[in-house]
């Protein structure tokens, strides 16, 4: 069924009782031509491009929980596409392009809110490094924006911007284009697309061993039992290394718990993203009125889905030094997702030493920005066994040749 | 919060610590190959259980040590000297 107005409509007059199910809960065939293994927004969204794009619809995606369960459910759901180099510019602007469109392609209101990103500078140094950001961002063909102190509180007059704070804010840019969209309804409009175009989308099934002949994936052993594939993509963020490590092969990347948290709902204060990369603070406002504060990560490897105290105690002293505002309200919730951190803190994108087998993974702090793009390219290499353009900077060969894409000191969040 | 063992100053709070990363990694010789040398300083085993990594007491004695500690529970297993063979 198509969503519209009409169908709204209609179901005004039957009680809204005429909807069908979004996306099919499968289960397993014994061959597709091409498995997916994780149901988080990269997993779906690849599914659903190599149908869309490349007409491939024999597809199954295998989730060991529930669809968006993961990470997808655990971020604090902002898209941006404010980086340095030229190859992570067109890659993040390409993914924030299609999250423009995303909506209308989907058919499912992934509530896109572009009220932009303001990074603030605390310091004359970063006011410089600031400068030098937003003109390399324009120079790789993104709008960007220097704010004075007073454009700063412009947009933001809940920030303390008296002399006397302890965090003086100096000034900063904005990426106007940036903001929010709802992590739940990009997992499940990805699903309800993939599904209608005949993807398999299949939950609780984990997978166990990856089947070989001759050196070559043939499909995977999982919960549910066998299931061949001519080609395996893997797109698990923080559980890469595990799947890889079944695989038979290893990945530069370390798995960490990334926290974030919401208070609870207030009226309307703060209608932009604010980020201090100095205090590593960033924080909005969700649609609900919940203030979203995320931050640095708990600097040890973790697999357990949860923060530390340590680390929201400093998030949170971040978010009154620049808000002494919210210091009134109440925590309603936090939650961590483990995040696949890579020293360049660049994706990976491509093939694995495996044939058959191909990985996007690496997204680290910023995976959900990059949901649709991850997904394109890696149907991309799925469906034709070559690099997409864009993700031709980001293979894995880079760690022995030294060809690093450095955005760790680049990317917003210290990691 | 963690409470990490330091061997010379005992249990501490974790926000005194901080973590150096995998142990016992041996820093292959000049004349190895680039294959060699990214596997040396990128590539991991990252295990989800037990994982030996080295701590450093850094608001405290400042002294490194030893660590094998479980990633999915974060309990420690054993802490030993940062010069002594895994357990």
């Not at chain 1, 798995?255 to 609870?264: D, H, K, N, P």
């Not at chain 1, 894995?396 to 990691?415: C, K, M, P, Y």
Request: glycine share 10%.
């Amino acid at each position: 069924m198509k969503y519209s107005a009409w169908q709204l409509l209609r179901g005004a007059l039957s009680g809204q009782r005429h909807w069908p199910q979004a996306w099919r809960d499968a289960s397993p065939k014994s061959r597709y031509d091409i498995i997916i293994v994780g149901g988080g927004g990269h997993g779906l969204a690849s599914a659903y491009y190599l149908a869309k794009n490349h007409g491939i619809t024999n597809v199954a995606v295998l989730e060991r929980g529930w669809i968006g369960g993961g990470n997808t459910g655990r971020n604090t759901s902002i898209v941006r596409s404010n980086y340095l180099f030229p190859e992570s510019a067109r890659l993040y602007d390409f993914s924030l392009q299609l999250y423009e469109g995303l909506s209308q392609a989907l058919n499912f209101n992934i509530m896109l809110s572009q009220r932009g990103l303001v990074m603030l500078a605390h310091s004359r140094h970063d006011l410089d490094a600031m400068s030098r950001w937003a003109n390399a961002m324009r120079m790789n063909g993104i709008a960007a924006e220097i704010l004075t102190r007073d454009e700063v509180g412009a947009l933001a007059p809940a920030l303390d911007l008296s002399p006397q704070a302890r965090l003086p804010v100096l000034g900063g840019f904005a990426q106007r284009r940036a903001g929010t969209a709802r992590h739940d309804a990009v997992a499940w409009g990805y699903a309800r697309a993939a599904s209608a175009l005949g993807v398999d989308i299949i939950q609780n099934c984990e997978v166990v061993d990856f089947i070989k002949e001759r050196g070559r994936v043939v499909g995977v052993n999982t919960s549910r039992g066998r299931i061949e594939a001519e080609r395996v993509g893997i797109a698990a963020a923080g559980h890469s290394s595990v799947l890889a490590k079944l695989a038979g092969f290893r990945l530069p990347v370390t798995s960490y718990a990334l926290q974030a948290m919401v208070s609870e709902p207030i009226k309307p204060v703060l209608d932009t993203v604010i980020l201090s990369p100095g205090t590593g603070a960033y924080v909005s406002q969700s649609d609900k009125g919940e203030i979203v504060m995320g931050a640095m990560l708990d600097l040890f490897p973790s697999y357990a889905q949860r923060g530390s105290f340590a680390v929201k105690q400093a998030i949170i002293a971040a978010t009154l030094e620049l808000f002494p505002c919210f210091s009134r309200l109440n925590l309603m919730r936090q939650w961590a997702g483990i995040v696949d951190v890579v020293h360049d803190s660049s994706p990976i994108i491509g093939a694995t030493p495996i044939p058959n087998l191909f990985i996007n993974c690496g997204w680290g702090t910023g995976g959900f920005k990059a949901i649709p793009v991850g997904g394109w390219t890696l149907a991309h290499v799925l469906a034709t066994g070559q690099n997409h353009p864009l993700a031709e900077a980001f293979q894995l060969e880079r760690f022995v040749t030294g060809r690093l894409v450095d955005e760790a000191a680049a990317s917003g969040i210290a990691h | 919060m963690l409470q990490i063992p330091c061997i010379h100053c005992g249990l501490r709070d974790e926000s005194e610590f901080s973590c150096g990363g995998t142990s016992h990694m041996t820093r292959p010789g000049l004349e190895q190959s680039d294959q060699v040398w990214g596997e040396y300083l990128f590539f991991r085993d990252n295990p989800k259980g037990l994982h030996g990594e080295r701590w450093r007491h850094s608001q405290g004695c400042g002294q490194w040590f030893n660590l094998v500690r479980n990633t999915v529970t974060h309990a420690i297993e054993s802490v030993y000297a940062i010069t002594d063979p895994p357990p």
